[in-house]
C-alpha cells in the first residue's frame, strides 16, 4: 500500500526541480534581453511591470473565475504608494516594493470585499465600477497623485545601498528581473497548494464546492488580496524605473490591455500570464514603430486568430500538444 509519505518524497523533489527550472528560465530569459537588447532595456523593464499586473489578473480570473475589468486600480494604487513613499524619504527599493505590495493587498482587500460577492455579469460591473472609482480619485487627489499631470521626481536609492539606477536602465533591469524570478518561483508554489487547488475546484464548480462545506466568499477575497501584492510589486517596480506614475496606470485601458494579454497567453497559467505579456508588449511596440496609424487593427486580428484557433490561449495550447504527443509515445 502506497502511504503519504511515500509520495511525498517524489512530490516535494518534482516541485523543486520545477521551481528550479522555472528559475533557470527566467535567469535565462533575463540574460538574453541584456546581452541581446541592450538599447531595450527600459522597454523591457516595463514589460516586467506589466507582467506583474498580468499575473496578478491570473490569479484572479484564471485561478478563481473572477470577471475584472478594474484590475489596473490594485497596480496604480501601488505605484502611487511607492512614488509618495520615495518623495517622502523612503528611497530604500526594496521598502518602496514592500509599500507597493501592502498598497496592493489593501486595494485588493477592498476590491475583493466587493467584487467576488456576486457572480457574473454583476460582478464584472462592480470591478469596473470600482476602477472608474480609483481612476477618479487619483484625477481629483493631485496633491497625492499629481491629477493629470501625473506623480513626478522619484527618485529611488541605490540597491542594497551600491547599485545606483542608470539612465541606460541597466540596474533597473536586473533589479527587475530579479524580483521576478523570485516572485515567480513563490508564485509557483502558491499555485501548487491545497488553497490554489480549492480556488480551481470553486472556479469550476461553485455550487459544489460549496456543497462539500468550502467557504467560497473568504477564499476569494484572500486570493483577491494575493493578487493585490503581486500587482503592488508591478506597479512598484514601474514607479522605480520610470520615476513618475500617471493617470494610465489606474485607467480601464490598463485593465483591458491586461486581460488581452492574458487570453493572449492562457489564464489559469502563470506562464501563460507572464509569456502573453511579453508577446503582447512585443507585439505593440514593434508593429505600432512599423505602422503607427494601424497597429491596433493588427491587434484587433491577432485577437481574433488566437481565439478562434487557440481559444485557450498560445501557452495552454502549446502544452496540451505536447501532453498529448506524450500519451501517443506511451500508448506506441
Known amino acids: ?24 528560465i527566467i535567469a535565462g530569459l533575463g540574460a538574453i534581453g541584456y546581452f541581446v537588447f541592450p538599447d531595450d532595456l527600459a522597454f523591457l523593464t516595463r514589460v516586467i511591470g506589466l507582467a506583474f499586473l498580468v499575473i496578478s489578473l491570473d490569479l484572479v480570473t484564471g485561478y478563481c473565475g473572477v470577471a475584472t475589468l478594474g484590475h489596473a486600480a490594485l497596480f496604480g494604487v501601488a505605484a502611487y504608494a511607492a512614488g509618495n513613499a520615495a518623495l517622502a524619504g523612503i528611497t530604500d527599493p526594496i521598502a518602496m516594493l514592500l509599500v507597493g505590495a501592502v498598497a496592493g493587498t489593501c486595494t485588493g482587500l477592498v476590491s475583493g470585499l466587493l467584487v467576488t460577492r456576486f457572480r457574473g455579469l454583476p460582478q464584472l460591473v462592480l470591478s469596473i465600477a470600482f476602477g472608474q472609482l480609483v481612476a477618479a480619485l487619483a484625477n481629483k487627489l493631485s496633491s497625492i497623485t499629481g491629477g493629470s499631470d501625473g506623480l513626478a521626481g522619484i527618485s529611488p536609492g541605490p540597491v542594497f545601498g551600491v547599485f545606483n539606477f542608470d539612465m541606460f536602465g541597466r540596474t533597473g533591469y536586473v533589479f527587475s528581473v530579479a524580483v521576478l524570478l523570485i516572485a515567480m518561483v513563490a ?40 493578487a493585490g501584492a503581486v500587482a503592488g510589486l508591478g506597479g512598484a517596480l514601474t514607479a522605480i524605473n520610470t520615476g513618475v506614475v500617471g493617470l494610465d496606470s489606474v485607467g480601464f485601458e490598463r485593465s483591458a490591455e491586461a486581460l488581452i494579454m ?62 498529448d504527443f506524450r500519451q501517443a509515445r506511451a500508448v506506441r
Request: proline residues 4%; contains cysteine; hydrophobic residues 55%.
Open 1 to 24: 500500500m502506497t502511504t503519504t509519505s511515500d509520495t511525498a518524497g517524489p512530490v516535494a523533489t518534482a516541485g523543486l526541480r520545477n521551481d528550479l527550472m522555472a528559475a533557470a
Open 187 to 226: 508564485l509557483l508554489r502558491f499555485a501548487r497548494s491545497p488553497f490554489s487547488l480549492m480556488c480551481r475546484a470553486i472556479k469550476d464548480d461553485t455550487l459544489r464546492a460549496r456543497m462539500i462545506g468550502v467557504r467560497v466568499y473568504p477564499r476569494l477575497v484572500i486570493m483577491y488580496c494575493v
Open 262 to 323: 492574458l487570453i493572449l497567453g492562457g489564464a489559469g497559467n502563470l506562464w501563460g500570464a507572464l509569456i502573453g505579456a511579453i508577446l503582447f508588449e512585443l507585439f505593440h511596440h514593434y508593429v505600432s514603430a512599423a505602422s503607427p496609424f494601424h497597429w491596433m487593427i493588427l491587434v484587433g486580428l491577432l485577437l481574433i486568430v488566437v481565439v478562434l484557433f487557440f481559444p485557450r490561449g498560445l501557452v495552454n495550447e502549446v502544452v496540451r500538444r505536447i501532453e
